[in-house]
């Protein structure tokens, strides 16, 4: 927890930045996804076809699937809002 000064004898909460930002995952989650990385930098993941893991994206994507199969708790992915909206006429 992080306090500053605002006058003297009062105080406000501050939220780390980081933990505004960062989505939830639960502590087996992160578990998950971190031995599915260490598989990845050791070069022994594998795709579902049999090959090997070259992208570091797809391991975490992988690390994240499974995770979801598992039942532990993932955010879910945000919706891209890139893309203008057409009206309807």
Known sequence: MTFIALKPGSQIRMLDLKMMKMAKYSKKAQEKIG??????KEGDLKTSAGEKVTDRDQAVAIGISEAKQKGYKVPKQKKDSSKPNKKKK
Do not use: G, Q
């Open 35 to 40: 031995d599915v990385m260490k598989e990845f």
